[in-house]
């Protein structure tokens, strides 16, 4: 059964900068792709990035491009989301999620398969 942790959420000022970890188990993580997902309070969860199996293809949603960095560890079984230039609007919950494919362009929450339990990122003004 394929297990997803995150950690690293918490409380940091706007223009501050957070690390979020994913740890997977139960399954061959370096295979396939991941992605990070956040819901803020009233609204939709929304796609923040995703990355492919290798590492090497990674795709950002326009509100965090060019501060936000998707990358994984395979030797770790972890990926991460490095924030940075943080805006009150970057508050929610963060979720992590895998797919059952190496690669998926997909940025639907519906395509992706297995979600962690999400951490809270709060950003004060």
């Known amino acids: 059964q394929v297990q997803l942790v995150e950690s690293g959420g918490g409380l940091v000022q706007a223009g501050g900068s957070r690390r979020l970890s994913c740890a997977s188990s139960g399954r061959a993580f370096s295979m396939y792709a991941m992605a990070w997902f956040r819901q803020a309070p009233g609204k939709e969860r929304e796609f923040v990035a995703r990355?492919?199996?290798?590492?090497?293809?990674?795709s950002y949603a326009d509100s965090v491009k060019g501060r936000f960095t998707i990358s994984r560890d395979n030797a770790e079984n972890t990926v991460y989301l490095q924030m940075n230039s943080l805006t009150p609007e970057d508050t929610a919950v963060y979720y992590c999620a895998t797919t059952n494919v190496a690669f998926t362009p997909s940025r639907s929450r519906y395509d992706y398969d297995y979600w962690g339990q999400g951490t809270q990122v709060t950003v004060s003004s």
């Open positions: 990355i492919n199996w290798r590492g090497d293809s990674t």
